[in-house]
């Protein structure tokens, strides 16, 4: 919601513009309405609303003066100026204060609509750049930028943080946002169209531990919702977004929702995966099928994440590539974090399944492929369809599948065919029509991440950057 409130002297002035908007159908919140300039002021250099409605003429401090005020403590806030004078001097003076719109009192009911869905408008484009400002700033090592784009990490006091991101089964309204703390101990940012990172701050480390209670609600939408633990400083910003990211994806190894708090358990996965190895190392693979079936509920049994998902991945990799590096160099067995391994595979099931088909081939490894004219076809084919599909959620298993040729000899197919994996290439055709419509469109980075088939907008700037050596952001001012 965007937060407004209304300065006029008069009250029934202040009760005619409440009256006159169907604020909440346009994502409005009503947070003050003062009758003195002077606590307006006051209000708005402590809680920073985003949009304020002031009359011209007031006693001691009139609307101009409380615009030239707020603008010269660079606050970020915007003016809608309604008065009752009608002078044309008065409209060029607020407007050049940098007021969005200058209306006479009482405001016509047939242009209240308009003014609203037109304010709207504006502050979601504005939050949209901001967004992408700071999504960047987040990705850098160099903090102080953050400090520049949000209060939220100014304060000289000491303080602790804590990272909430929540994963929403439908697109996000501005009417099912949480509200943990005012919004001055509190940034949102938005991850991608159905994921939404919280930075909470607070004087007291026990309001953060007491997050876990506002975050579920009943009938939410909210899917799967990730904390991280508590830092009493936000240098180390990343990491804790990455903890409450890693936590939020244990959706992705039980498909179950709730709420999850980052909990590593690393040396609970260690003896399964010591076990997996000796199993490569010896090539004794009679008991694969029994090894590979007991992941998932050894994972539920234990109540382990996506950062043992992660592990028990990179561990069988680096076993793999060490004891059969010259059967499998073609297959895509790369080290992986958490986003990479979500994007690959469409859940754990899955990851399991590809790990299944590389033992069953070092297995059968002496058994060719029959029928190879076939294959190649039903490779072109697949080819084709991911060229004209790529903007889609694409798993390997699904189009092996699909085309008929198995997962892991479709990985040799790509890599001696076109020289790169299957994600490698996928990835290529995305960020080449990222490219272009950053150049050719003016539409949001947020549309070009959806449509060239990336959901978490956090994730894409990532890919981006590695892909073009630049964000998006600044690729397009470029």
């Not at 180390?236 to 929702?257: G, N, R, T, Y």
């Not at 693979?285 to 998902?309: S, T």
């Not at 058994?367 to 599909?389: L, R, T, V």
Request: proline share 3%; charged share 25%.
């Amino acid at each position: 919601m965007y937060s407004v409130i209304i300065v006029d002297d008069e009250p029934w002035a202040i009760k005619g513009i409440r009256n006159v908007f169907n604020w909440n159908q346009y994502g409005f919140e009503i947070t003050g309405q003062f009758t003195s300039a002077h606590k307006a002021l006051e209000f708005i250099c402590e809680k920073r609303p985003d949009l304020v409605f002031t009359d011209i003429r007031m006693p001691e401090i009139s609307g101009l003066d409380l615009m030239r005020m707020t603008k010269e403590q660079e606050l970020d806030v915007e003016f809608v100026v309604v008065s009752g004078f009608a002078e044309f001097a008065y409209a060029q003076e607020a407007l050049r204060f940098g007021a969005l719109d200058y209306f006479l009192k009482p405001i016509d009911m047939e242009l209240a609509d308009p003014l609203i869905e037109k304010l709207a408008l504006h502050f979601s484009k504005k939050r949209s750049v901001k967004n992408n400002l700071i999504l960047e700033a987040l990705t850098s090592t160099d903090k102080s930028e953050l400090e520049r784009l949000t209060p939220l990490f100014g304060s000289a006091a000491e303080c602790y943080y804590r990272v909430m991101i929540v994963y929403s089964h439908s697109e996000k309204k501005s009417d099912s946002r949480l509200k943990l703390f005012d919004s001055s101990h509190t940034l949102e940012v938005e991850f991608g169209s159905k994921k939404t990172l919280y930075i909470c701050k607070s004087e007291q480390q026990s309001d953060l531990e007491k997050i876990l209670d506002s975050a579920v609600v009943t009938g939410s939408d909210r899917k799967a919702v990730g904390l991280s633990s508590i830092s009493n400083s936000y240098q180390p910003i990343s990491k804790l977004i990455k903890e409450a990211d890693i936590a939020a994806s244990k959706i992705f190894i039980h498909e179950e929702e709730g709420l999850f708090a980052y909990e590593p358990k690393i040396n609970t996965v260690k003896p399964l995966i010591d076990k997996i190895s000796l199993m490569i190392q010896e090539k004794s693979f009679e008991d694969m099928d029994d090894i590979v079936h007991r992941l998932k509920p050894f994972f539920k049994q234990h109540n382990l994440g996506m950062g043992e998902v992660v592990y028990l991945w990179n561990q069988v990799v680096s076993v793999l590539l060490g004891t059969c590096y010259e059967e499998l160099r073609d297959m895509e067995l790369d080290f992986l974090n958490y986003s990479e391994l979500k994007e690959r595979f469409e859940n754990f099931e899955s990851l399991c399944s590809f790990l299944y088909d590389i033992f069953l081939y070092i297995k059968q490894l002496n058994d060719q492929p029959a029928n190879e004219g076939d294959i190649h076809s039903h490779f072109a084919q697949m080819i084709k369809y991911i060229d004209n599909n790529f903007q889609q959620r694409l798993y390997l298993r699904d189009l092996s599948a699909q085309f008929f040729i198995n997962q892991v000899y479709c990985c040799q197919l790509f890599k001696k065919n076109l020289g790169k994996t299957f994600s490698e290439y996928v990835t290529e055709l995305r960020i080449k029509k990222a490219c272009e419509l950053l150049k050719h469109t003016e539409w949001s980075i947020e549309d070009i991440a959806t449509k060239v088939g990336y959901m978490d907008y956090y994730y894409f700037n990532k890919v981006f950057k590695k892909q073009c050596e630049v964000t998006p952001t600044r690729f397009r001012k470029s």
